[in-house]
């Protein structure tokens, strides 16, 4: 849907929120008491960076702080580095059936709210009628079904197993256009490398006295992980091991501490240690069969960047990559891993004094908005929106049925959305230590009340004197 298009929209009567019945501009702006929207950009970033950064400098201090990312964060980076952007649309199958399954992902993605299928649906689809094709190989019937089935059984694990391959090839290309940016001399890989950092940098920098920033993901790609080890951040997720690490189901609250030189047996917490969960899965997350304990979920070795041959990459990616639940039913949340990850993003959204950061997620997957909804129920838990577009009408649809305004911060449209404008203009200064909040309150101090003019008299605070 074209900016026009949406811009046209309506919305629909009898919703709730306080502007309900009217009109969303493509540029939308919502921050405690700042509303601003239109079709057209603002022409000035000042008029409107005075309300948005303080607001997300305060939202940022919460005692909860969470960052949910969609693909929106990957394609603002590959943009940035002039990388290909991985193609998820649905393409019909060639084999038998093919538009049994397309009419199943079709009623998928109506089911999530997305309207048009996309990559996910099918693949979901084609899962399901494997997985019926199973059944009916295990009848041996004496009409022909059975051998029926099996034909049409291997022709589809194939065509299975060729599209998750090119989505792997997609994943990995987009991440090697990345690399290859970054990894150049000159001021546009600098630019690029200092833009995702701060960004990142934004939300992680929080006083180590603090809880963690926890992040979720939709992505399958390692773009987070990897601007957290250029930033130096150590990531903390459910996988255990250094060799082939194991993903645990344990919820054990781990952190990282660290003892002051000179000082035992008084450790603190180290700064620069955020979590991570991957909702969707990842594609170095595999499915191993074990001979004791049943399937295990391990890391594999696989580079980020890596080559389309690289030994790591399955052979059969239907069977043990792990992406693609994207749920359109309850029942496959309960499936392991998935179960432990959506606990893991319910029990960080809804609890008191919370707010949730969100960019790039579309709000086209049910069960992660069913957490977003609950969340809001509470009466001091927050959402933040930062979108490039309105994602067809899905954020409005969201905002508006929530009816919670006054808890939901809206930052949308290609302006504000824009990566390199949101961390240039928009997002509050990346600062660990305590300097920019001293410098505010000495300049508040040495400008009176009512003046413009700063004050001549320095306290003594300012002098180096007690404070």
Request: hydrophobic share 35%; net charge negative.
């Amino acid at each position: 849907m074209s900016p026009d298009e949406r811009s046209r929209t309506e919305r629909p009567s009898g919703t709730a929120g306080a502007s309900a019945g009217t009109i969303w501009k493509t540029h939308r702006v919502r921050t405690g008491s700042h509303h601003w929207e239109d079709d057209a950009p603002p022409a000035d970033s000042g008029q409107h960076r005075k309300h948005i950064e303080p607001w997300l400098a305060a939202l940022l201090q919460a005692e909860h702080l969470s960052l949910l990312l969609g693909s929106g964060i990957t394609t603002a980076v590959a943009r940035l580095a002039d990388a290909p952007i991985v193609d998820m649309t649905a393409r019909s199958f060639t084999c038998d059936l093919a538009g049994v399954v397309d009419r199943a992902a079709a009623e998928s993605a109506r089911r999530s709210g997305r309207g048009t299928p996309n990559l996910e649906d099918q693949v979901r689809a084609a899962r399901e009628l494997i997985g019926g094709l199973r059944i009916m190989i295990a009848d041996d019937d004496q009409d022909g079904l059975a051998a029926r089935a099996r034909d049409l059984l291997a022709r589809w694990q194939g065509a299975l197993d060729e599209r998750l391959q090119a989505l792997l090839r997609g994943v990995l290309q987009t991440e090697r256009g990345i690399e290859t940016a970054l990894g150049r001399q000159g001021t546009d890989a600098d630019r690029i490398r200092r833009i995702l950092c701060s960004f990142l940098l934004t939300f992680a920098s929080r006083t180590a006295t603090r809880e963690r920033l926890h992040v979720f993901t939709t992505n399958y790609d390692r773009i987070v992980e990897h601007g957290c080890d250029l930033l130096g951040l150590r990531v903390l997720d459910r996988f255990v091991g250094r060799l082939k690490p194991v993903f645990r189901a344990s919820r054990l609250g781990i952190d990282l501490h660290y003892n002051p030189p000179g000082i035992r047996g008084e450790p603190r917490y180290l700064e620069g240690v955020v979590r991570l969960t991957k909702l969707h899965g990842s594609i170095d997350w595999r499915q191993e069969e074990t001979g004791a304990g049943g399937p295990r979920i391990v890391r594999a070795a696989l580079p980020f960047a890596a080559s389309d041959d690289h030994p790591e990459l399955p052979e059969h990616p239907r069977d043990g990559l792990i992406v693609y639940p994207n749920p359109a039913k309850d029942i496959e949340t309960l499936e392991y891993p998935y179960a432990e990850l959506f606990r893991d993003l319910a029990a960080a959204a809804c609890q008191p004094n919370a707010v949730i950061v969100v960019y790039g997620y579309g709000f086209g997957d049910d069960h992660i908005n069913r957490v977003l909804r609950d969340m809001l129920t509470i009466p001091s838990a927050h959402l933040a929106i930062l979108s490039y577009d309105g994602a067809s009408g899905r954020i409005e649809r969201f905002v508006e049925a929530a009816g919670r305004d006054e808890q939901i911060t809206l930052l949308l449209g290609d302006h504000f959305g824009d990566l390199a404008t949101l961390v240039e203009h928009y997002l509050p200064k990346p600062a660990i230590d305590r300097t920019t909040w001293r410098m505010v309150d000495l300049l508040n101090r040495r400008t009176p009340h009512g003046s413009g003019e700063p004050s001549s008299r320095l306290d003594e605070s300012e002098q180096g004197g007690p404070e």
